[in-house]
């Protein structure tokens, strides 16, 4: 059996009446914007793999919520809340079980590499001077690249509005693991 991979993403923004417009998405509604980022997900991610969301799950109602992840095949989900996870926060109050973990900061130590999950851009953070990455959300693609052990996961800084597997953000941030020695 393969081992479980790590999947990464950010700022659904499901049921968000104006994400569509803000964020230049090319979906023709709600639904079918719901629905690719599902498709997504599913084409990627296996039942035992880990999707971690960096915030910005959904607006409204947490039962819709419910509904819309019961939809997604991975049920291993880890949560770094946003600025816009009402709804996330309060099925997770009601359904501890349904996630994980949850976080401000969601701090994962991999079998290759630590990765520090927020949903805002940090600086600095945890482990940062010894090689961790630091995976985040909320400015939609919109911030300069600053350093290489960084990256913005939101779905809109990429073109199939997936998740990114460890394996793509380490390939594209160019990382390398810590040696002391340099």
């Known amino acids: ?5 790590y999947w990464f993403t950010a ?12 964020c230049n998405r090319p979906h023709p509604g709600l639904m079918a914007m719901h629905e690719a980022f599902q498709d997504a ?4 991610v296996r039942v035992d793999d880990c999707l971690v969301v960096c915030g ?5 109602n947490p039962d819709r919520l419910a509904k819309w ?10 949560i770094a809340w946003g600025n816009h996870d009402d709804a996330a926060r309060r ?7 349904r996630f994980r973990r949850t976080g401000d900061i969601v701090e994962l130590k991999l079998p290759t590499v630590k990765v520090v999950c927020c949903h805002y851009a940090m600086r600095t ?7 961790a990455l630091h995976v985040y959300g ?3 693609g919109n911030l300069p690249v600053e350093n290489n052990r960084s990256m913005d996961v939101g779905v809109d800084t990429n073109i199939a509005f997936a998740p990114y597997s460890l394996e793509d953000i380490i390939e594209t941030v160019g990382w390398q693991p810590y040696n002391p020695q340099h």
Request: glycine fraction near 8%; include cysteine.
């Open 41 to 44: 997900i599913n084409r990627r």
């Open 11 to 22: 700022d659904w923004h499901l049921w968000h009446k104006n994400v569509i417009v803000l």
């Open 91 to 97: 099925l997770h109050k009601r359904e501890p079980s």
């Open 56 to 60: 910005d799950l959904a607006f409204g």
């Open 125 to 131: 953070w945890h482990w940062s001077g010894r090689g």
């Open 69 to 78: 992840l019961d939809g997604l095949r991975c049920k291993n989900l880890v």
């Open 138 to 140: 909320h400015s939609h």
């Open 1 to 5: 059996m393969d081992a479980m991979k």
